[in-house]
């Protein structure tokens, strides 16, 4: 009896554990950020000074896709750039252009699909 409730357990966390694979698998196909500026090698950032550069970067690990990007504004308004071609492996940025003080969201999406957000602030 010991035995058996072992082996279901086992069953049981072996099934958890590869339920949960799919979803680390998805969060591993893109790569997206912001950062103060827009050289590859900026570092993600979630605060920028007001009169620097600005980028929203995306990558596709997986797959050459067509990704849509968007900026919400802290007035309110919203900002995208539809059919962006990202080849896979290849790091790409959009330039944010904004000086406005406040929070901004950066959404992407892939396929109509939301695969990420990151928020940043312009320092006032």
Do not use: E
């Amino acid at each position: 009896m010991k035995g058996l409730k072992l082996l279901a357990v086992t069953l049981l966390g072996v099934a958890v554990l590869a339920s949960a694979a799919p979803a680390s698998a998805r969060a591993a196909a893109f790569k997206h950020y912001v950062a103060c500026g827009l050289s590859a090698k900026s570092k993600p950032s979630h605060v920028c000074p007001r009169g620097g550069s600005k980028g929203a970067f995306f990558r596709s690990n997986t797959a050459d896709v067509i990704y849509t990007v968007c900026v919400k504004f802290p007035t309110g308004k919203n900002l995208c750039a539809r059919g962006q071609r990202a080849v896979k492996g290849t790091l790409y940025v959009n330039r944010v252009t904004t000086n406005i003080p406040g929070r901004h969201t950066v959404t992407w999406f892939v396929k109509g699909k939301k695969i990420g957000t990151f928020r940043f602030t312009v320092k006032k």
